[in-house]
């Protein structure tokens, strides 16, 4: 027999300090287990016991044994192996046992069960690793051996409190706060170790043969330190090859709950794995399993990568499923994308498309897909074309405020005259078209007159009263057209002709006008470049002053010879120029080209006469009428006190405030008016009054029916006192017989021009006629 070895038997320090090193590392070990079992679900949590629980208990078994060799007193010794590896599987199943305890329910019962279990599998482990030396008898001092214990136990304990029930198990640890408890859990674990070796005392034995399944330390020792090494490196490979896949995880979660898009992944019988923060938030609830439980329109027999839309309260959802398969996964990912606002947007923009922006009235594509439609099924359709007579001049007055506001009032007093089976729509600035279907559509004339009735009563625009008229054209499909465009065409062209007869008339489409109707295209394209190609000329027309018996002036008269259409009239083209708007590139033109004729004729040596220019009510509502007068003025050289402006009655009397204004301004610059085609209108003796007015010009139409009508007399009569009342002068056109004349001069009336004294003249005739005629009255009794 050996002698018993001391307590004080010498050690292997940086063995010593290898072992401490290892118990500190797996106390920190133990804290990152603990953060991962409680960061991650049910699914994982098994995987990280199993793993943790058996790296923290191999590298508490690694401590011991390293600690063992430490003593250089048991450097001769051998270990049983088998009692060696027994130690090994106490300590490991004591750690994942113990932890598997307190991650199902962390209440402090559990903690002191788990922790007296874990304790006394480490202190286990210790002693049984003390019974796996060979060639000693080991005894132990009671009091010590019980101290080890409750060390372990202990230190147990202040593990699990702080990986699952301390404040540091639910939030984030610092990197110094983890170092230091886990330096303070290996001082304990250390500690274990040292006080039960400071409770053993050793007798070596000699023993006659080697010990069986036995193991040299040397070799334990290297086999211990390289399979912790390789278990520690392959955990914190693990940890931190986890830590990145959680710092993937968050990003892709972080993302996924920042879009706006619903997203979930579910198993094939839609039980729910995982769902964004959206899709809680789209249908306000959190605690259904499966995805079809949150609403009864979803279903998990939805074909896969096919868009589906459902109706989810007052939104509309859009449902999109595709296969997750491939890596042992069998699952479906849900895409859930509120579309409410897309399509109300592209309904807004659908119906912008097809809906005037001002009025709200189906637009000319929306008439267009109607037309489509009741033609494709051979549906009669009357399609009413309603035009709102003199509309350039009225924007031009009015502005563009005023200009909508009357547009908007006429549109509603056409939506309430109109049957609720018809169809109103805005086809242009002014113009208007409604529909009217199967038996309907012989009712469009009386639709006409009603509309006619509505448009007649007075508007009231920003205080101004607003008067207005329209023109309608009528035409059928399929008994005058079997196209949508030609029933359209012939509409709008049938209102030209209605515009010929007069205000407020209705015309429907007829197949002896169509000749005319097509002339009225041909007209309208011929116009647009009759200027540029110098079809226009001008004549003029004198008038006489009866009162003096000499010439007092010309009135310049436009022509338009077109190598197709031939001559066309005045009346034929004046009302397309002013529809289209080339109404002011030909007005000033004729008032150029006339001023250069009077420049010319005045250095021949005549005597100044007066030059009278017709003026379009579009041309004078123009707010730089009088700038653009000036400019021609000025180029020409014309003197502004032989010009006289022939404006009709009509244009003069709209809008009495701007237009007193500028014929206001006319008069200074010595420029004369004279109020062409008067009686009309509805002037009053009121509003002639307050107008520069210098001539009175009654229409041709008076003059027409003077000795066959004696109300005629009465009334052309009485416009000439009017007119004398005034203090104006009144000039009667179309005078052709020497009855007409005779009676006039009796009636004082100033002037009078037509064809009894001359018919147009050209400009180089002009200047002939007025040296070649002195009197004019004995002239025309000889030409009589």
């Known amino acids: 027999m050996e002698p018993v070895v001391e307590h004080s038997m010498s050690h292997n320090y940086f063995l010593v300090i290898l072992s401490y090193i290892i118990a500190a590392v797996s106390a920190y070990a133990a804290i990152e287990l603990a953060r991962r079992v409680n960061a991650t679900n049910r699914s994982t949590q098994n995987m990280w016991i199993l793993a943790g629980g058996a790296t923290l208990g191999l590298g508490i078994w690694s401590m011991h044994f390293i600690a063992m060799l430490a003593h250089e007193a048991l450097r001769p010794v051998t270990y049983s192996i088998p009692l060696v590896l027994l130690s090994v599987i106490i ?18 019962p559990v903690l002191i069960g788990a922790g007296l279990l874990m304790g006394t599998s480490i202190a286990s482990m210790h002693y049984v690793g003390m019974a796996a030396i060979q060639g000693v008898a080991i005894s132990y001092d009671p009091w010590l051996a019980m101290l080890s214990i409750i060390i372990a136990i202990a230190a147990s304990l202040i593990a699990l409190w702080i990986g699952f029930y301390s404040k540091y198990a639910k939030q984030k640890i610092d990197l110094e706060l983890k170092v230091f408890f886990s330096l303070l859990m290996g001082v304990a674990i250390f500690g274990m170790h040292f006080v039960g070796m400071a409770a053993s005392s050793f007798v070596f034995i000699e023993a006659n043969s080697p010990f069986a399944n036995a193991v040299e330390p040397s070799l334990l020792a290297w086999l211990v330190t390289a399979i912790t090494v390789i278990l520690f490196a392959i955990f914190f490979l693990s940890l931190t090859l986890d830590r990145h896949l959680k710092k993937r995880e968050l990003i892709q979660a972080t993302i996924l709950d920042s879009t706006t898009d619903a997203v979930v992944t579910t198993t094939k019988d839609g039980m729910i794995q995982y769902a964004n923060t959206a899709f809680y938030r789209l249908f306000d609830k959190t605690d259904d399993t499966f995805f079809q439980d949150y609403h009864s329109s979803l ?29 042992a996964m069998d699952q479906v990912l849900w895409f859930l994308r509120d579309v409410s606002e897309a399509i109300a947007s592209q309904r807004l923009v659908e119906h912008m498309a097809y809906h005037d922006t001002l009025t709200d009235l189906p637009n000319r594509h929306k008439l267009e ?5 009741h033609i494709q099924i051979e549906d009669p359709v009357a399609c009413l074309y309603i035009d709102i007579d003199r509309w350039r001049f009225l924007s031009d007055m009015l502005g563009h405020h005023g200009t909508d506001e009357l547009t908007m009032q006429i549109a509603e007093r056409l939506r309430v005259t109109i049957h609720p089976d018809d169809i109103l729509t805005r086809v242009g600035a002014s113009e208007f078209i409604i529909l009217l279907f199967d038996k309907r559509s012989t009712l469009a004339k009386q639709k006409a007159e009603k509309c006619i009735k509505a448009i007649s009563q007075p508007f009231n625009i920003d205080g101004t009263t607003v008067e207005l008229t329209m023109s309608a054209g009528v035409s059928h499909y399929p008994k005058d057209t079997t196209s949508a465009d030609e029933l359209v065409q012939y509409a709008r062209l049938t209102v030209h002709e209605s515009k010929r007869i007069g205000k407020n008339q209705i015309k429907e489409f007829e197949d002896e006008s169509k000749h005319q109707i097509l002339r009225t295209v041909e007209i309208e394209k011929a116009l647009i470049h009759a200027l540029d190609r110098h079809e226009f000329t001008l004549v003029y027309q004198p008038k006489v002053s009866l009162t003096k018996n000499r010439l007092e002036g010309v009135e310049a008269l436009l022509r338009w010879n077109h190598f197709e259409l031939g001559d066309v009239t005045p009346t034929e083209f004046i009302p397309i120029a002013e529809n289209t708007g080339l109404i002011h590139q030909i007005g000033n033109w004729v008032m150029r080209e006339s001023c250069l004729a009077w420049v010319r004729w005045n250095k021949s040596g005549v005597k100044p ?12 509502a123009r707010e730089d009428f009088v700038e653009t007068l000036q400019t021609i003025l000025q180029e020409t050289g014309m003197d502004p006190m032989f010009l006289e402006l022939e404006v009709t ?37 009121r509003q002639l009054r307050e107008l520069p007015v210098q001539v009175l010009k009654i229409d041709r139409s008076f003059i027409v029916n003077l000795f066959t009508d004696r109300n005629q007399e009465a009334i052309v009569r009485s416009m000439i006192q009017l007119g004398h009342n005034l203090n104006m002068k009144v000039l009667m056109e179309g005078v052709e017989t020497s009855d007409q004349l005779e009676w006039l001069l009796n009636e004082q009336c100033d002037y009078v021009q037509g064809f009894y004294f001359s018919r147009p003249l050209r400009e180089k005739d002009v200047v002939k006629h007025v040296k070649s005629v002195t009197t004019y009255i004995e002239f025309g009794k000889t030409r009589a």
């Open 649 to 685: 009655e009509s244009s003069m009397l709209s809008y009495e405030a701007s237009t007193r204004d500028k014929l206001t301004q006319l008069h200074q610059y010595g420029i004369l008016i004279s109020l062409d085609d008067f009686g009309t209108g509805y002037s009053s003796f």
């Open 299 to 327: 279903t998990i027999n939805q074909q896969f990568y096919d868009p589906r839309r459902v109706e989810i309260d007052d939104k509309t959802i859009e449902v999109t499923s595709y296969p997750l398969k491939g890596e």
């Open 91 to 108: 300590a490991m199943a004591g750690c994942i046992f113990g932890f598997l305890i307190v991650s199902r329910r962390t209440t402090h």
């Open 369 to 373: 897909r109607i037309l489509a439609e």
């Open 609 to 620: 006469f007066t030059l009278s220019v017709n003026v379009s009510p579009l041309q004078f």
